[in-house]
């Protein structure tokens, strides 16, 4: 079978991400990247298009580097979105089996799913996705995958993700304007869960947060199953506009004192020292040093 070629596109506040692979159904147990690029975002604010016109821009300039890379034309991807407009619920869904040997196969999965799906819903709201999360088999519980059993009554509890229609037109539009078709849409918490949890944390239990730069995706785990998922418009670039004010300094600066923490923390902190040192960073207000109480106690603590 000929190689399918895979893409994906991260919209997120502060950059836009895209990967591209390739993926033999046949042979194959991962894709393999053979492209990828990241490129500042413009027109996106806590994950929603607030220019159409600059966030095309950005993503054609990411897709562009993309293709370079690797060597192929993008027609269709996949995207991930995030941000406040993302809400979660659970919902159930129950079917008879109407095979005669009262085995279940793949189209009672299928069926018991859709039904899932049935939920009264905003004409605002859009599904983008419904992950299952428990089958119920004549009443016995906790199966995971319940194709091959016997049995007459199928349920299915999900969590199912849903997402403001508006935005999602609003990104279709952008894609569209750059010839690109979209093959669905993923909650981009849920994708990083799907690219760095184990089965065994989320059997044990487990909350992920995917912090960027305007807005934190939550993704909580429990027996093995996705119960919550959520979006808060909150995110590291609120860190820097604290900075940025508490000290009296540009945006530039406030984000360059905040990375020179993050990767000089036990030097900074580690002699229990009373003055962060920023001589390095040749800023242009001249700040030189700035007291730890100060820029850890006052600014950043009370924000996380």
Request: negative net charge; glycine residues 8%; aromatic residues 4%.
């Amino acid at each position: 079978m000929k190689n399918q070629l895979v893409c994906g596109i991260d919209i997120g506040s502060s950059k836009i991400a895209t990967i591209v692979a390739l993926y033999d159904p046949q042979t194959d147990d991962q894709p393999k990247v053979i492209g990828f690029s990241s490129h500042p975002s413009l027109g996106i604010k806590k994950g929603l298009v607030v220019d159409i016109d600059k966030a095309t821009e950005a993503i054609e300039k990411s897709v562009d580097k993309a293709e370079k890379m690797a060597g192929y034309k993008i027609e269709k991807a996949f995207v991930s979105v995030g941000g406040p407009h993302i809400a979660s619920l659970n919902s159930h869904g129950l079917v008879a089996i109407t095979n005669p040997n009262q085995e279940i196969f793949e189209n009672d999965v299928s069926r018991v799913i859709e039904a899932a799906r049935a939920i009264s819903l905003s004409s605002t709201r859009e599904i983008i996705e419904v992950v299952p999360c428990d089958f119920i088999v004549d009443g016995q519980g906790g199966i995971k995958n319940p194709v091959g059993m016997a049995g007459v009554r199928l349920e299915v509890d999900t969590h199912i993700i849903t997402a403001s229609q508006t935005n999602l037109k609003n990104i279709d539009r952008c894609l569209s304007d750059l010839g690109i078709s979209n093959q669905g849409y993923i909650f981009s918490g849920l994708a990083s869960a799907e690219a760095v949890l184990t089965e065994t944390e989320k059997e044990l239990g487990v909350l992920l947060m995917d912090i960027g730069g305007g807005k934190i995706d939550l993704c909580f785990y429990s027996e093995g199953s996705l119960v919550y998922s959520a979006s808060i418009p909150v995110g590291g670039r609120h860190l820097t506009n604290d900075i940025a004010v508490g000290l009296r300094v540009s945006l530039d600066s406030a984000e360059k004192i905040k990375i020179y923490l993050s990767k000089n923390l036990n030097r900074s902190f580690g002699k229990k020292k009373t003055e962060v040192d920023l001589k390095d960073l040749k800023l242009p207000e001249d700040l030189s040093e700035v007291s730890t109480k100060t820029l850890i106690n006052e600014i950043i603590t009370p924000r996380l």
